[in-house]
């Protein structure tokens, strides 16, 4: 399996999976509306506070009790990392990675011991404590949503009281609880959960979940907590120095290190004077394939690979470990490693259940809105990238690139927490259509999450399959730069497209829309009464009078004659793609040839070699792609 720079991380942990239902209706959900009332009032607990904080966890869905990647159960998100260890199985990925060239070279991390239950974070056992407090057993707090609403309750109650503070009615009167509910052991992490749970009461919130049924809480706009609570916490003070983080999100410096092993040979990242030297163009979005504490040790490595910042699962707390100014080693291909900041999210590409917290999606938004108003970043899907859309460099590369974060990210509701919701910006002639279904309902189903070939647990999903016919009866769009026979492997990319992501429309059969991908016409069910895009307009590139068809790079290197003496010109090499006359593909960007030499422990040696060629950076197929501008013409996409 192909997942993050990190698959083999110590301590990984894996969970079993169990499907969710799809939301089919807008009904009243009597059960867990009633189970916050009932919860609040037995434990004196505001019934806003109760439902504000388990939407920062879980949005209140039950997962079926899966437990998510840090071992948290049910709509409270209560951890039983111990419970979740014990039901998982070891996992490990292929981790193949490219630090500083674009030829493969193993990634191999030391296999880690589970720690012993002493060993577990406090933040990953709430879920015994909330046992003890209610007198429920611990497979109830796990498999019964209304028990594990009441288990969280519970420990806000234990809380409050343990701050010396009243089991007030007043949700002003509860920020000190909240906080603590966070399991964060530092004023940082814990004001950061406790002031995104309070901006969601004062917002408020709707939200039909994977049990099919409506929850509420009403707007609290005029709220406003008693903040001064948490110094009386008794929590530790956060070292924040030297991090390049929004003051909106908790952060601590955890470098990774520059060190010279010798025989010239140095890791785990390299120096660099971004965005002086050239611009950072893109963020990629990866998912750790492992545990909180083992990717620590593993981004501390001097040997291993490297990435900018590590996101956690349970209350979106951030380590940052490179300075965007240098290049980190993440993506598998160096022209986007030399251009990009990587970040890392706590999770899992093939544990459908194992979901990533609501905490955690909040908090990267954050970060990313933050890096890319800092540095000029556009926020669209041609550059906010999946470690899954970055090309191979060359064609011998492409069957080993990385498929995180997978189809089990919510592309859509990130982008809404970016501020960038995915609406439509034309009408049915503007040419283009960017893909978003609705990820509860948008089940395409994919083998392989446990056992080759066996299917995963059904789930929703961000990605919409494609097929090289208007109906599920015709072939899967093939990949020929993967040269297999195309399947529903969730690490199969080769007929997937992802929410956010635009093309060109092709032709319209009925509920069948076509675009343009890979050099082909591709189809993907697109029924009007639920549709899986929307239209949308902008440039697009189709190769220049005469041409029949133009080569696809998958990275933007100068011409061989840019190169000063000492730096060798690296092969301008073309993927075994081809743009075909007659077809049109969505514009990124117009980007400089560029390369970023940087081969030895000296930095002095490093140099930026900057060439003549212009490329336009494409949407090609599942990723990204490159073709040189005198190549082609711009055009709009609806003429």
Same mark, same amino acid.
């Given at each position: $399996? ?12 894996? *969970? ?26 037995? =434990?004196?607990? #505001? ?25 948290? =159960? ?40 589970? #720690? ?11 879920? !015994? ?23 969280? %309750? ?26 603590? *509910? ?38 609290? !706009? ?14 530790? @003070? ?22 010279? *092993? ?18 950072? +163009? ?15 040790? $593993? ?48 999770? *899992? ?10 905490? $955690? ?8 809105? =933050?890096? %890319? ?31 995180? !974060? &997978? ?17 439509? @910006?034309? &009408?049915?002639? &503007?040419?283009?259509? @960017? ?102 307009? &902008? ?77 336009? +950076? ?22």
């Amino acid at each position: $399996m192909r997942g993050s720079v990190t698959a083999l991380a110590a301590a990984a942990l894996l *969970f079993p999976l169990l499907g969710a239902a799809p939301a089919d209706t807008r009904n009243p959900e009597p059960g867990l509306q009633s189970a916050f009332a009932s919860a609040a009032a037995e =434990y004196h607990v #505001p019934q806003s506070v109760l439902l504000g904080v388990s939407y920062l966890q879980s949005r209140w869905d039950a997962h079926g009790g899966a437990p998510s990647v840090s071992g948290g =159960y049910g709509p409270m998100h209560l951890t039983d990392a111990r419970t979740a260890l014990a039901e998982g199985t070891s996992h490990h990925g292929d981790g193949s990675e490219d630090p500083r060239g674009d030829s493969a070279r193993p990634a191999l991390a030391p296999k880690a011991k589970p #720690p012993k239950p002493s060993e577990i974070p406090a933040r990953l056992r709430t879920l !015994p404590k909330a046992a003890e407090l209610t007198g429920l057993s611990r497979r109830q707090l796990r498999t019964d949503p209304a028990a594990n609403v009441a288990g969280g %309750a519970a420990l806000l109650a234990a809380a409050q009281k343990e701050l010396g503070r009243p089991l007030s009615s007043d949700p002003a009167d509860w920020y000190g609880a909240v906080a603590r *509910f966070s399991g964060a052991d530092d004023t940082a992490t814990a004001a950061a959960y406790a002031n995104d749970v309070y901006a969601v009461l004062r917002t408020g919130q709707e939200r039909v979940t994977d049990s099919g049924r409506l929850v509420t809480l009403a707007a609290q !706009p005029d709220l406003s907590p008693d903040t001064g609570q948490l110094r009386r916490a008794g929590l530790r @003070t956060l070292d924040t120095a030297g991090t390049e983080c929004p003051p909106t999100v908790s952060c601590e410096w955890v470098p990774a290190p520059y060190e010279e *092993f010798g025989e010239g040979d140095y890791g785990n990242h390299d120096l660099g004077s971004r965005p002086a030297s050239q611009r950072i +163009e893109y963020i990629v979005i990866h998912d750790t394939e492992g545990a909180w504490d083992g990717v620590l040790t $593993m981004v501390q490595d001097p040997t291993y690979v490297s990435w900018q910042y590590t996101l956690r699962s349970t209350d979106g707390h951030i380590a940052q470990h490179v300075k965007a100014k240098d290049v980190a080693w993440h993506a598998g291909n160096w022209y986007i490693n030399a251009k990009s900041i990587g970040l890392e999210h706590e999770g *899992f590409l093939a544990r459908p259940d194992a979901w990533y917290t609501e905490a $955690m999606y909040r908090s990267s938004a954050r970060l990313v809105t =933050y890096l %890319a108003k800092k540095y000029g970043i556009p926020l669209d899907r041609q550059h906010i990238l999946g470690h899954d859309t970055v090309p191979g460099p060359t064609a011998s590369a492409i069957s080993g690139m990385h498929t995180d !974060p &997978g189809p089990y990210w919510d592309w859509r509701h990130y982008f809404e927490l970016l501020g960038r919701p995915l609406v439509p @910006t034309a &009408g049915p002639n &503007g040419g283009l259509v @960017t893909i978003r279904p609705d990820y509860a309902a948008n089940r395409p189903g994919y083998t392989g999450c446990v056992t080759a070939g066996r299917p995963c647990a059904d789930h929703g999903s961000s990605a919409v399959r494609l097929y090289s016919g208007p109906g599920e009866s015709y072939p899967l769009i093939k990949d020929i730069g993967l040269g297999s026979t195309p399947s529903k492997g969730v690490n199969d990319l080769s007929s997937r497209v992802s929410t956010g992501q635009q093309y060109a429309v092709a032709g319209r059969d009925g509920d069948w829309t076509a675009i343009w991908y890979l050099g082909q016409k591709a189809w993907f069910k697109n029924p009007k009464k639920n549709p899986t895009a929307v239209h949308a307009a &902008g440039q697009v590139v189709t190769p220049k009078a005469g041409l029949t068809s133009v080569p696809v790079y998958g990275r933007a290197y100068p011409e061989a004659s840019a190169y000063p003496a000492g730096v060798p010109a690296q092969t301008v090499s073309a993927l075994p793609y081809t743009l075909p006359a007659g077809q049109r593909y969505v514009v990124g960007g117009k980007v400089p040839g560029e390369y970023y030499y940087a081969v030895t422990f000296d930095e002095a040696s490093h140099r930026v070699v900057a060439g003549e060629d212009l490329y336009y +950076e494409i949407q090609f197929g599942h990723r990204v792609g490159y073709v040189r501008a005198a190549d082609v013409r711009v055009v709009p996409s609806g003429s």
